[in-house]
């Protein structure tokens, strides 16, 4: 089955195109390492930002410069004012679900990011999920949190990929220095999002929140509030904004911390399309050491979180897998031990088809090969190996764009 390709165009106006805001949940051990497998680079915070000189971030096809400072221009709803809860913006947006149904991941680096419309067309997928966008040098959105969004090259790259019918899926957070955490005025937060909602005409955005941000009530208060302005003005604007949150899944599928992020999203007005579990933590050599325990361990998790969903937004079983998104680390996890073969990847795409789950997505499209001599790792089923983790490449014996192949079935009839 080839690439769904629509008419090749250019989108002008503030359109909002963004990863779709969804919550990953990467599991709670190994987050931090989980951040290397996007793009081989380590784990931590990067600090730094736009360096003294660089040209002013002005938002391309909108005319929007790139905030700086304390804005107030901008006004964010407080949750109570007067004693009394604002309405929540939700009542009147447009219902925003997930219409992305698979989205593997990209490093956003402007050094290493390939040719993201010959990556989708290698691949038969037109969306994209780009990451990640963090804090840098203060109050400041950039990729990875020391690489300024003005990179001409990599722009240029998200627009072929538009212009060619497909989405860029752009994460924020996910490990390191988040926006929230330098941008502690919501106003500010949100005119930081809305800075690269509209400077990548972004429709899709996504939060991943790893167990740090989900300890951090306050800066949740902040990403929620923020966003659901954000969201309410592209409604306003008759422009779509889904928003997708990113988790850590354990085998109970949600954390009692998780499930509260999602509701304070819920709660602050925001229309959360897309809840994303990143299993590829689960288990160990010993549990998910075999071809098919992986995924036996990522669809209980998924079963888990289904009641978890359906509680939280009320519906019906099936309306909670609609909502639910699944991202896996192919091949072998040295954090772990756990290993994802091919056999786990159609036995997920099996059961999501089956189940009529809302997203699949794996980690990444870098790593979708063999490794080779100048990889520095000679991963295999056999062994952890360190650093195949942060290696380009799966440390398993495969075909090129094998995992890429098989996920793709998931769009299949």
């Not at 899944?249 to 999203?265: I, K």
Request: proline share 7%; with cysteine.
């Amino acid at each position: 089955m080839g690439r769904h390709r629509k008419p090749r165009r250019r989108l002008t106006g503030a359109t909002a195109t963004f990863v779709a805001v969804g919550v990953s949940l990467p599991c709670l051990a190994g987050a931090a390492a989980l951040a290397s497998t996007l793009d081989g680079s380590p784990p931590g915070a990067r600090p730094g930002g736009p360096p003294a000189g660089s040209p002013p971030a002005a938002a391309k096809r909108t005319g929007a410069a790139e905030p700086s400072g304390t804005s107030g221009a901008k006004k964010t709803p407080d949750a109570k004012k007067g004693g009394e809860e604002s309405p929540s913006p939700r009542a009147a947006m447009p219902d925003m679900p997930n219409k992305i149904r698979l989205a593997p991941y990209v490093a956003g680096r402007p050094a290493s990011t390939p040719d993201l419309t010959e990556v989708a067309d290698r691949i038969k997928v037109n969306d994209l999920m780009l990451g990640r966008v963090m804090g840098g040098d203060g109050c400041v959105a950039a990729w990875l949190g020391d690489l300024p969004l003005g990179n001409a090259s990599l722009d240029e790259r998200i627009d072929d990929l538009r212009g060619d019918g497909g989405h860029p899926i752009i994460s924020f957070g996910g490990g390191g220095t988040d926006l929230a955490d330098v941008c502690t005025n919501v106003d500010d937060l949100a005119e930081r999002y809305g800075y690269v909602i509209q400077r990548y005409d972004l429709e899709y955005v996504d939060f991943e929140l790893d167990a740090r941000a989900l300890r951090g009530t306050a800066g949740l208060e902040r990403r929620a509030r923020a966003i659901a302005t954000e969201q309410r003005e592209a409604a306003d604007a008759d422009r779509r904004l889904v928003v997708s949150l990113t988790l850590p899944a354990t085998s109970e599928g949600l954390t009692a911390d998780a499930q509260e992020a999602v509701r304070t999203f819920d709660r602050n007005g925001v229309d959360v399309g897309l809840v994303n579990l990143v299993t590829g933590e689960l288990g160990d050599r010993e549990s998910a050491g075999r071809p098919g325990e992986a995924a036996d361990l990522a669809i209980g998790a998924a079963e888990a979180a289904v009641p978890q969903l359906d509680a939280i937004f009320p519906g019906d079983a099936a309306d909670a897998r609609r909502r639910l998104g699944l991202t896996s680390v192919i091949g072998d996890n040295a954090a772990t031990g756990a290993v994802f073969y091919l056999e786990d990847a159609e036995r997920l795409v099996d059961w999501a088809k089956e189940n009529e789950v809302g997203r699949l997505s794996y980690r990444s499209v870098g790593r979708d090969r063999e490794c080779g001599k100048t990889d520095g790792v000679t991963g295999s089923a056999g062994a952890p190996v360190a650093g195949v983790d942060a290696a380009p490449c799966s440390g398993l014996e495969q075909e090129p764009d094998a995992f890429a192949k098989t996920f793709h079935g998931f769009l299949d009839d």
